[in-house]
């Protein structure tokens, strides 16, 4: 019986060495943690012409056992990407343009020195605070591009709407 179980357990772990290793796609997350409007000290610092209302704590993890590299603005850990906006209960998202906007294959518009990428490490993340504007017919979040292997592929944040009047 000793010996079956052995077998076993030996066939078991060289079945989990063939495996291919873990595909990080379903376990990089960018989450919205929290919302609150912005003071007038802090509404009085920007040269807005859009009208922002609020700071959005934004985390963005790599729950997985391998490193994975992402975008960011260069010189900053924080991700760099799309601010994204759809109208609420619409499926689709529109996005602001950092540049050219959305040409090409997706995050080939992120180039030069204003950006970089960087590597976050397994069970690790990186929090931040971003402002946006607000429209109460509006739900709003961020993007960010990855990088694994060969395949670069966005990240969407959860969705967030502005705080209530």
Not at 91 to 110: D, L, Y
Not at 137 to 153: D, L
Request: charged fraction near 20%; include cysteine; aromatic fraction near 10%.
């Amino acid at each position: 019986m000793m010996v079956r179980i052995s077998l076993f357990v030996v066939l078991a772990s060289l079945l989990l060495c063939a495996l291919p290793p873990q595909r990080t796609r379903s376990r990089v997350h960018y989450r919205a943690v929290s919302r609150r409007a912005l003071s007038a000290v802090e509404k009085s610092r920007f040269e807005d012409v859009h009208g922002l209302q609020i700071a959005v704590r934004l985390e963005f993890s790599n729950d997985s056992d391998v490193p994975v590299r992402y975008l960011a603005n260069a010189g900053s850990v924080v991700p760099a990407g799309y601010q994204l906006f759809r109208e609420r209960g619409a499926t689709s998202w529109q996005s602001t343009s950092p540049g050219r906007g959305r040409e090409g294959p997706p995050g080939t518009e992120f180039t030069g020195v204003g950006y970089s990428w960087l590597e976050l490490p397994p069970h690790a993340s990186v929090e931040f605070e971003a402002h946006d504007w607000a429209s109460h017919t509006q739900e709003h979040a961020f993007s960010t591009f990855v990088r694994e292997g060969n395949e670069m592929y966005e990240v969407i944040s959860d969705p967030y709407v502005p705080l209530p009047e």
